[in-house]
């Protein structure tokens, strides 16, 4: 293992006793990868409907609220079929190997104060390295099928994967020039020391890099595969790309990885712009001493957890919102919209930021 | 020239705004659809105002139509009337699988036993249950709103309209009635009686009406049996046989009539069309007929006749002919008793030549 890969903070659920400290981050970690993503997919369902003059689900429990978990026991019963042509080892680990980096990229990302599994050193390599595996399963899933729509599919992801890592990682780039860290909580604990220049007014780094979010937002977008920038699934030219051969809960499982990489998306963009779990900019967590971001009570791991989760809501809803409001790009538009735009901007970005950083 | 961008922003708005109005969902089983009173759910029948005139299935451009029927024949209703087959309806039903709801069935339906109803709620688990029969398409004709109401000023109904004119006239009658028997009421009575008829004779028309109902009982069509059994037993058909022998029967009501008012010999023809004024023509060839018969039985009592042979082809007396099928009597029946007055009205003459010379 690298050397520089090591835990930094200590987590909360780090006990004397190994096993168990490992067995209790694990099931957290499943626990808030089967529950958050559920939560933003009933989310996605009402926003939707109710952007487009809809109720949504009203049926299943409290205004549609299990419609989601009535989804998974329909996903559940569904049989598993495999095509006669497809590659039968590839076509059933695809998910799988979409899903599990999906679910790794949640150790590092912190919750709230203490709230994390392992805070790493490289901590947003980490979490940008493992997320991009996720697009292998989709390669391997539109390969394996024997479907010229899963194939193309799959090879639209893998190009939407190239184009768009590049704009990702350079606005990611500047935030760990501006914070100095690549640790999660070093930068949340980084935006929440940063002082307007000359001034004692703090602000998150979205001011700074408004450009930077701007950036990130949209090619984290595009690495979901989410609307306007579903190439590789593109229903009316697709059937439904690298998914048309999948059925039951393997189709369940690609699509809990969409919802799952929404919501680390989302906490990636809360943790590097918008300060994390951090009320405000200048405001402490009640009941955390020094700068209110660790050393907290119980009241301020909750409220921690609580800003947390509402900043994912509110990203995710940014996205649901897109996805609403605009058609899907063309496939030569999205790529002329990374190659031509965004990766001369994210650079530009990163020379700003890091001339600011020198000078000031 | 707008700012680059600003389209994408004015999207997001168009959304937004969306979202925070209230949603169009209806939640339909939970919340009743508010529909137009005249909604087009579902083609209803009015069962008793079918014809079984077909059109309804023929114009269907679906063929989703689906009607049974048969005949029966109906006694008629006047007195020596024909008898009319009538056709009953024995099954009526609609596919709405197949319907379009173009509702040209209803459109030219002429007996408005067509009409639309605005129940939509009969979606079924199986297609095939979608076809239905009278009895559902009955209960639907119960939920068909009234028609609209007439434009102010617009011409009643003709069948309204007939009705109140009957009805206008009978009380202007009455009125009249009861002014001219006040009117006689007041002159010098010649008689208390007199007085007491006349102001019997105001109270009302009621008892010339109760006579004009005692005339249409006495009218009410009756058959004569012999006539009937007779016919039946000649091979008639039933409803031949029905009508001849209503026929019969007023003819020899007419006959009662007259022997009951002296038995006058020119006034039957008259009397027998205004007991029947649909059959004058019958009433005509009937009132003969008694004196004809008379002598006919009085004539072969003569013993000259049998004496007299008649050579050559026998010839078939017309007038009697015509009298007798005229009568009712079957063809046969009426060419042979044609002949046997051919013979002796022949048989007269030759034995009043005879006796000339």
């Not at chain 1, 050397?3 to 981050?25: P, R, T």
């Not at chain 1, 299990?66 to 996903?75: E, H, M, P, S, T």
Request: charged share 20%; hydrophobic share 50%.
């Amino acid at each position: 293992m690298n050397s520089e890969l090591i835990s930094l903070g200590e987590s909360l659920a780090d006990f004397d006793n190994f096993g168990l400290s490992v067995l209790v981050k694990v099931l957290a970690i499943l626990a808030v990868f089967f529950v958050v993503p559920l939560v933003v997919g009933y989310m996605e369902h009402k926003a939707m409907a109710h952007q487009q003059s809809r109720l949504g689900p009203m049926e299943a429990g409290p205004h549609g609220t299990l419609q989601l978990v009535a989804d998974g026991i329909k996903f559940a019963q569904k049989e598993d079929i495999i095509p006669t042509a497809a590659d039968k080892w590839v076509f059933a680990m695809a998910p799988g190997v979409a899903l599990v980096p999906g679910i790794l990229v949640f150790a590092v990302i912190p919750f709230g104060p203490g709230l994390w599994a392992i805070d790493l050193e490289l901590g947003l390599f980490y979490a940008l390295a493992i997320g991009s595996f996720s697009t292998l399963g989709v390669l391997m899933g539109g390969w394996a099928s024997a479907n010229k729509f899963s194939l193309i599919g799959g090879i639209r992801a893998a190009a939407q994967l190239i184009a768009y890592e590049l704009p990702l990682i350079l606005a990611a780039a500047a935030v760990v020039v501006q914070a100095g860290t690549m640790n999660l909580a070093g930068i949340v604990g980084a935006q929440a020391t940063f002082m307007i220049e000359g001034t004692s007014i703090n602000v998150w780094y979205v001011f700074p890099q408004a450009l930077g979010f701007a950036i990130f937002f949209i090619a984290a977008m595009a690495e979901l595969a989410r609307p306007p920038f579903d190439m590789p699934i593109a229903d009316s030219e697709l059937v439904f790309g690298y998914m048309t051969e999948y059925s039951g809960i393997k189709f369940a499982m690609f699509l809990l990885t969409e919802y799952g990489g929404m919501v680390s998306m989302s906490a990636l963009i809360s943790v590097l712009y918008l300060g994390g779990w951090q009320i405000a900019p200048g405001v402490a967590l009640p009941g955390c001493a020094g700068a209110g971001l660790f050393d907290c009570g119980a009241l301020g791991v909750v409220m921690g957890l609580g800003v947390m989760l509402g900043k994912i809501m509110f990203l995710s809803f940014l996205m649901v919102w897109a996805r609403v409001t605009y058609p899907r790009l063309r496939e030569d538009q999205l790529q002329k919209m990374s190659w031509l735009v965004l990766i001369p901007l994210s650079l530009v970005n990163l020379a700003i930021v890091a001339v600011g950083k020198v000078v000031l | 020239m707008t700012a680059p961008g600003a389209g994408l922003l004015k999207g997001l708005g168009v959304t937004l705004k969306h979202m925070l109005k209230p949603a169009a969902t209806q939640q339909y089983p939970h919340v009743r659809p508010d529909l137009a009173p005249r909604t087009r759910g579902v083609i209803a029948l009015m069962t008793e105002n079918c014809t079984v005139c077909m059109l309804c299935a023929r114009e269907c451009p679906d063929w989703c139509i689906y009607i049974d029927s048969h005949k029966e024949t109906v006694p008629a209703a006047k007195e020596g009337g024909r008898a009319r087959t009538r056709n009953m309806l024995d099954r009526f039903a609609i596919d709405f699988s197949l319907c379009m709801y173009c509702g040209i069935c209803v459109e030219v339906c002429p007996f408005d036993a067509l009409h639309w109803s605005p129940e939509f709620e009969y979606a079924e688990y199986r297609i095939g249950n979608l076809l239905h029969e009278m009895p559902r398409l009955r209960e639907w004709a119960d939920t068909v709103p009234p028609p609209p109401a007439l434009d102010e000023g617009a011409d009643l109904p003709k069948e309204v309209a007939d009705a109140l004119d009957k009805a206008t006239a009978a009380i202007e009658a009455a009125d009249q009635a009861k002014a001219a028997a006040e009117v006689e009421a007041a002159k010098p009575a010649a008689t208390p009686a007199a007085a007491a008829a006349a102001a019997a004779a105001a109270d009302g028309g009621a008892p010339r009406a109760k006579r004009a109902a005692d005339i249409d009982i006495e009218v009410a069509v009756e058959i004569d049996q012999e006539t009937y059994d007779q016919l039946i037993a000649e091979g008639k058909s039933e409803r031949m046989a029905r009508s001849k022998a209503k026929a019969a029967f007023v003819r020899k009501k007419k006959a009662e009539m007259l022997a009951a008012e002296g038995g006058g010999e020119a006034a039957p023809a008259d009397a027998a069309a205004l007991a029947d004024p649909a059959a004058p023509a019958e009433a005509e060839a009937a009132a003969p007929a008694a004196p004809a018969a008379e002598a006919a039985a009085v004539e072969p009592a003569r013993p000259r006749l049998a004496d007299v042979e008649l050579e050559g082809e026998v010839q078939i007396d017309q007038a009697t002919y015509d009298r007798l099928i005229a009568e009712g009597t079957s063809e046969r029946v009426a060419r042979s008793k044609a002949k046997a007055a051919w013979v002796k009205a022949e048989k007269q003459k030759m034995i009043d030549e005879g006796g000339a010379e």
